[in-house]
């Protein structure tokens, strides 16, 4: 099993839809969590970082961590076909003095006109 | 945010040669990382680049396939040895946040393919 686990889509919806992309984690060690968006060619961009269990919301984002059910999820509200990428979530947890991340596989997003 | 350059971009290189990717912050940083991202795959940590001392390898990547530098707070080498088809990749260096967060700031790649 996958530390980490995460729907790779792909995804698509129409222009000014609720997007709702979700991980599930078994390992209770992990700390941190986050979410990046990568555009092709590029690489990933930090979009969310979230500490503790609940929602911390920002513009069109909101990221919404349950540690009790090892699940997260990131919600795009009023979606732009400027959101089309993949996102990656990702978790952290101390290792050796470091934190480290572990990625999910990505979810590729399309937002259609 | 740091920001994080990466050279080459691409390369596209012989069976048996050998490429080394630099990476370079705006700003000084305790934590460097490097990864490697399939076609079509997520990241996969290959080392955490230490300053003054030598790197901390996950399990799967070794020094002898995998040299990597770090010789000041703001840069590092990966180098890919003798390069192997299955080597063909995107290359990512990324930078820690600080504050102990376990964010990182990550450069554009490099996208090397092995013929």
């Known amino acids: 099993q996958k530390e980490v686990e995460q729907d790779p889509g792909p995804l698509s919806v129409p222009e000014g839809a609720i997007v709702s992309l979700n991980c599930t984690y078994s390992n209770s060690a992990f700390q941190y969590f986050m979410w990046y968006r990568q555009y092709s060619r590029k690489g990933p961009e930090l979009l969310m970082y979230?500490?503790?269990?609940g929602n911390k919301e920002d513009g069109r984002f909101t990221a919404q961590v349950d540690k009790s059910s090892k699940y997260i999820s990131l919600f795009i509200r009023d979606s732009q076909p400027s959101d089309s990428a993949t996102y990656l979530c990702a978790m952290s947890s101390l290792i050796q003095g470091a934190q480290k991340l572990v990625f999910g596989q990505g979810t590729r997003l399309t937002i259609n006109p | 945010s740091a920001v994080i350059s990466q050279k080459p971009s691409r390369d596209i290189c012989q069976r048996g040669t050998s490429l080394t990717i630099q990476c370079q912050v705006d700003s000084q940083v305790t934590m460097m990382f490097w990864y490697r991202q399939q076609p079509g795959q997520s990241l996969t940590l290959i080392a955490t680049?230490?300053?003054?001392?030598?790197?901390?390898?996950e399990s799967g990547f070794v020094i002898d396939k995998f040299p990597i530098s770090r010789p000041n707070l703001t840069f590092s080498t990966l180098t890919v040895s003798n390069l192997s088809p299955e080597d063909s990749s995107i290359y990512l260096c990324?930078?820690?946040?600080?504050?102990?967060?376990?964010?990182?700031?990550f450069g554009p790649g490099t996208r090397l393919t092995v013929l």
């Open positions: 680049a230490n300053q003054g001392s030598e790197a901390t390898y």
């Open positions: 979230t500490y503790s269990s």
């Open positions: 990324s930078a820690a946040a600080g504050g102990g967060g376990g964010t990182q700031y």
